[in-house]
């Protein structure tokens, strides 16, 4: 499955070209040369132009301040939907990734990366997600593709709110964002919640969205993303003694998944 974004004004690569030559080979042709001759090696390398002329500076900063705007609006509407749902709890969760749904997906579109997505079938079960983070753009990804039902949360004591309510839950186990995109230590939390939920673990593993929107800059790049769903990962037979053990395990298989410029340092 693939999906890419953006209206003709806002990824107009030909006539971002056109304007400034200094990038020389334009972002799209670059990217259907690899595509047709090097498959493999699709999201593996830094295929696309680093353009950082005034064109692109320029429409980034457009696309930017769209997607402000449009975020403003929806959350505008599903605030005063919340409102309405104040009596009703669940409802307003299933709102909430409604509105998530919507509005990752319209931001996604805005800033018209290509994305590919593998192992959606993964996505449709009570689950706890998690995802490596490195980007901004990590958080549109998760709003548009969690399943509805999905929450994210900070204590440990809600878990049993969420077994309670057949509830998912979001996690980002290295509990920061990576500076560089390179996998960071998994804190112990995401554990801690299987243990008590029994739920599976899905992991998301993004790619490429440290080099899309980069730490410290609002110059979003045409680069090209990946979200894979990986197995749901039971832990139905997990031990509170082995808890060091599963951290590394789903940490190991992180780092198996993601490209070489993403793995962690040695």
Not at 25 to 49: F, G, H, N
Not at 92 to 97: E, W
Not at 225 to 235: D, F, H, N, Q, R
């Amino acid at each position: 499955m693939e999906s890419s974004g953006g209206g003709a004004l806002l990824r107009n690569r030909r006539l971002e070209s056109f304007l400034d030559t200094s990038s020389g080979l334009r972002v799209e042709e670059a990217q259907k040369i690899l595509v047709k001759e090097k498959p493999e090696l699709w999201l593996k390398k830094d295929v696309y132009m680093d353009d950082n002329g005034w064109v692109s500076s320029i429409i980034s900063w457009i696309r930017i301040v769209t997607c402000f705007v449009s975020m403003m609006v929806t959350t505008f509407i599903w605030a005063l939907i919340m409102v309405v749902l104040i009596p009703w709890p669940y409802e307003r969760i299933r709102q909430g990734n409604i509105y998530g749904h919507v509005t990752g997906r319209m931001l996604m579109w805005i800033l018209g990366n290509p994305i590919k997505i593998e192992g959606a079938e993964y996505n449709n079960e009570r689950a706890i997600y998690i995802s490596n983070h490195a980007s901004p753009i990590d958080i549109f990804l998760i709003m548009w593709l969690t399943p509805t039902g999905t929450v994210g949360i900070a204590k440990k004591e809600a878990a049993r709110a969420v077994v309670r309510n057949n509830l998912s839950l979001i996690i980002f186990p290295e509990g920061t964002r990576s500076k560089n995109g390179r996998l960071l230590p998994f804190k112990k939390g995401f554990v801690h919640l299987a243990l008590q939920t029994r739920l599976p673990i899905v992991p998301m593993v993004l790619t490429g969205t440290h080099q899309a929107w980069r730490k410290g800059s609002l110059h979003v790049r045409p680069t090209p993303l990946a979200v894979k769903y990986l197995p749901p990962i039971s832990t139905e037979n997990w031990k509170a003694e082995k808890i060091d053990d599963y951290v590394k395990m789903v940490h190991d298989l992180y780092a198996a998944q993601l490209p070489e410029t993403q793995r962690p340092l040695a």
